[in-house]
Structures are given as structure tokens and as C-alpha cells.
């Protein structure tokens, strides 16, 4: 089970950091992602850690993925927020050998935690 927490309302330019804890299996055997939907879109990816670290080229420079195997966690570091990054974010885990980009990489899902920016 993933649990995401951490989302919020942030003005743009400011930062939030979320936190996906993980229970029931180890993270540490896993690639962690962290994708996004907003309203009427499908859901993108955003990042991953698990060997290389992958990131969307619209939070490049700006989002940091992390983990802590010692807690089962994996973070997400977002700075200098832009309304655009208003969504529902979601963890995910998957097996390290597939592929990091698409939604069908990952078998395990968290439940979304909302952010939204405003302008």
C-alpha cells in the first residue's frame, strides 16, 4: 500500500515536498515514480527514482525525487511552483527493469494528494 501525502494550496514560486510511504513491501526493491493528472487530462509522469533518476522536462531544474529506504518513503521536492503544476499527484511502484515513462510501468498506486498553485 502507498499513502501520499504532503499536497496543499502554495502561491506560485513557493514549494512543497510530498511524501509517499510505503507498507507491505520495500521500497527499496522498487523504481518509485511520481505522476500527475489535472482536470480533463490524462495522467503524466513526473518523475522517478530506481537506478536513474527520470524526470518530466516541465519540473526538470525545478521537482527532486528522493527516498529514504530506511522509512519506505520516497519524496518529491517541488520548487518554484507554477499554476500549471496544479494536480493530483500519485506515487507509484514498479519493477526497476520496465520502462519509467508510462503509466502501465508501475503495478502499485497511491491514493493522490492534491496541489495547487495559484497565481
Known amino acids: 500500500q502507498l499513502q501520499a501525502s504532503g499536497g496543499g494550496l502554495v502561491q506560485a514560486g513557493g514549494s512543497l515536498r510530498l511524501s509517499c510511504a510505503a507498507s507491505?513491501?520495500?521500497?527499496?526493491?522498487?523504481?518509485m515514480g511520481w505522476f500527475r493528472q489535472a482536470p480533463g487530462k490524462e495522467r503524466e509522469f513526473v518523475a522517478r527514482s530506481g537506478g536513474t533518476r527520470y524526470y518530466a522536462d516541465s519540473v526538470k531544474g525545478r521537482f527532486t525525487i528522493s527516498r529514504d529506504n530506511a522509512k519506505n518513503t520516497v519524496y518529491l521536492q517541488m520548487n518554484s511552483l507554477k499554476p500549471e503544476d496544479t494536480a493530483v499527484y500519485y506515487c507509484?511502484?514498479?519493477?526497476?527493469?520496465?520502462?519509467?515513462?508510462?503509466?502501465?510501468?508501475?503495478?502499485?498506486w497511491g491514493q493522490g494528494t492534491l496541489v495547487t498553485v495559484s497565481s
Open positions: 507509484a511502484a514498479g519493477p526497476i527493469s520496465r520502462g519509467y515513462y508510462s503509466v502501465d510501468s508501475y503495478d502499485y
Open positions: 507491505g513491501r520495500t521500497i527499496s526493491t522498487y523504481a
